[in-house]
């Protein structure tokens, strides 16, 4: 199976900036649709961003349109997620995921088929 290993994650103040990296293992990974996910505590998953294997094809959730951009890097096996403009209500743990098939739609966290650990997001003030 895929690995994935989230990393960038940290403490950051109210209006900075932070990049997320996922990067995977294996040979495959340009032929992968990945999203990312998060997770506060007491609340469901939620869809925050998706990009096609080509790179050519994204999708946002409505509250990050604008603040945060995802992307990918083929030849180095890694997608990354910068985040601008971050607030306190973006505090959560962080998640990469893999759709291998290319089933269903991308905000649902149940088409996908590999995950990382996560990495957490703490925006304070």
């Known amino acids: 199976q895929v690995q994935l290993v989230e990393s960038g994650g940290g403490l950051v103040q109210a209006g900075g900036s932070l990049r997320l990296s996922c990067a995977a293992s294996?040979?495959?990974?340009?032929?992968?649709?990945m999203g990312w996910f998060r997770q506060a505590p007491g609340k469901e998953r939620e869809f925050v961003a998706n990009?096609?294997?080509?790179?050519?094809?994204?999708y946002y959730a409505d509250f990050v349109k604008g603040r945060f951009t995802i992307s990918r890097d083929n030849a180095k096996n890694t997608v990354y997620l910068q985040m601008n403009s971050l607030n306190p209500e973006d505090t959560a743990v962080y998640y990469c995921?893999?759709?291998?098939?290319?089933?269903?739609?991308?905000?649902?966290?149940?088409?996908?088929?590999?995950w990382g650990q996560g990495t957490q997001v703490t925006v304070s003030s």
């Open positions: 995921a893999a759709d291998k098939y290319a089933s269903g739609n991308y905000y649902d966290a149940g088409k996908y088929d590999y």
């Open positions: 294996g040979r495959t990974f340009s032929s992968y649709n």
């Open positions: 990009i096609w294997w080509s790179g050519t094809k994204t």
